[in-house]
């Protein structure tokens, strides 16, 4: 069991560090796909900056603690297309060249997550990162709840992921077609800039546990602020881990029924 779990870690490490090479090739045109990334992702910021300096902002949020709201978002978005790119994993589908790689002697659902994705998203993660630790500052907050704010993101980041390959592998099973995804997850990620509690119980069920978005941003930000319970936290927590291995279990059986589309 350990010597699998070794061999998967090197071979996704091994990955990473390819793409990684691969789009720094041509590093003119590298650094520009990032700086386009970072543009699209400054309209949180300039959202944010308009909302409060134009009215008396949201309830019970300051700026600060909304820009820290649209870093985790950004960093969450950014991770998520690193990670797995819909329209690629679903090109490599179409044409069948996903079948090589699922025929080697690794973790499937890690293969899956290891030859898709695209580098530009980085650029989201660093414009992320950089308002986060602004508002962070800012806003003078603990080491305790920045652990806390960690520990449920992490979580949920893994859980946007694998709920991603599920939502990718569904779509091909039944439609072939993976195009659509992207686009909802772009609503998706738009909708949890913002606190979900000004969408109502609706909207929190709905990005919380038909699209899991909220955990990886509406949850942390709350922790982060201490606008959370702890037997909320450890329940939001338990919530990620029974998603996650949900996920990863369907995830895993989508896989049996996917069958090439190469010639």
């Not at 790689?101 to 580098?119: A, F």
């Not at 659509?180 to 990620?189: A, E, H, L, T, Y």
Request: hydrophobic content about 55%.
């Amino acid at each position: 069991m350990f010597e699998s779990i070794s061999r998967n870690a090197k071979m996704y490490l091994a990955s990473q560090k390819y793409k990684l090479r691969r789009f720094f090739i041509y590093r003119m045109q590298a650094f520009t796909w990032l700086i386009a990334f970072m543009l699209g992702s400054t309209y949180q910021i300039v959202v944010a900056t308009i909302i409060y300096t134009s009215s008396s902002g949201i309830n019970g949020w300051t700026y600060y603690q909304m820009l820290a709201l649209g870093g985790l978002a950004n960093i969450f978005a950014g991770i998520m297309l690193f990670t797995l790119s819909p329209h690629n994993l679903g090109r490599l589908m179409r044409n069948g060249q996903l079948d090589q790689w699922l025929i080697k002697p690794y973790n499937p659902i890690l293969m899956l997550l290891s030859i898709t994705g695209s580098v530009s998203a980085l650029g989201s993660v660093i414009v992320g990162i950089a308002t986060l630790s602004f508002a962070l500052i800012m806003a003078k907050i603990s080491i305790f709840s920045l652990s806390a704010m960690l520990a449920i993101f992490i979580i949920g980041a893994i859980d946007v992921v694998l709920f991603e390959l599920l939502v990718v592998l569904a779509s091909y099973v039944l439609f072939r077609s993976s195009n659509f995804v992207q686009w909802i997850f772009n609503i998706g990620k738009n909708a949890v800039s913002y606190p979900l509690s000004i969408y109502g119980i609706a909207g929190l069920v709905l990005f919380t546990v038909v699209m899991p978005i909220g955990l990886a941003t509406f949850f942390p930000a709350e922790a982060l602020f201490s606008k959370i319970e702890t037997s909320t936290l450890a329940f939001a927590i338990a919530l990620e881990i029974i998603f996650m291995y949900a996920y990863y279990k369907a995830s895993a059986w989508l896989l049996t029924k996917y069958s090439s589309g190469g010639g």
